[in-house]
């Protein structure tokens, strides 16, 4: 059992940035693939950014790409999502995702991940 927890979220003026971490407990990320979604009110999650921990290979959505990185942490087992030149239209609550990779894998599908983190609000004001 993987558990995932959220930080980094908040409140920032548009153009700023937020770095968002996603800490695993009771396993190691090193055969998983991680991904970030979000979820604004209204709407559906969508998916942000993924990464497969054993090659480092990176997945964006077009909305994010060039402002957002994802990256990983092998000492601290965690995943990062480094947002900048927010928007006003990035508001939403960010969760974390994780599912262990062993032959195909699809990391920009919400149904295809095993595990959940708990979201952390991120709020950008105009």
């Known amino acids: 059992q993987v558990q995932l927890v959220e930080s980094g979220g908040g409140l920032v003026q548009a153009g700023g940035s937020l770095r968002l971490s996603c800490a695993a407990s009771?396993?190691?990320?090193?055969?998983?693939?991680v991904g970030w979604f979000r979820q604004a009110p209204g709407n559906e999650r969508e998916f942000v950014a993924a990464?497969?921990?054993?090659?480092?290979?990176?997945y964006y959505t077009d909305s994010v790409k060039g402002r957002f990185t994802i990256s990983r942490d092998n000492t601290k087992n965690t995943v990062y999502l480094q947002m900048n030149s927010l928007k006003p239209e990035d508001t939403a609550v960010y969760y974390c995702?994780?599912?262990?990779?062993?032959?195909?894998?699809?990391?920009?599908?919400?149904?295809?991940?095993?595990?959940w983190g708990q979201g952390t609000q991120v709020t950008v004001s105009s």
């Open positions: 009771g396993r190691t990320f090193s055969s998983y693939a």
């Open positions: 995702a994780a599912r262990a990779v062993g032959g195909s894998y699809y990391p920009k599908e919400e149904s295809w991940y095993m595990y």
């Open positions: 990464i497969i921990w054993t090659s480092s290979n990176a």
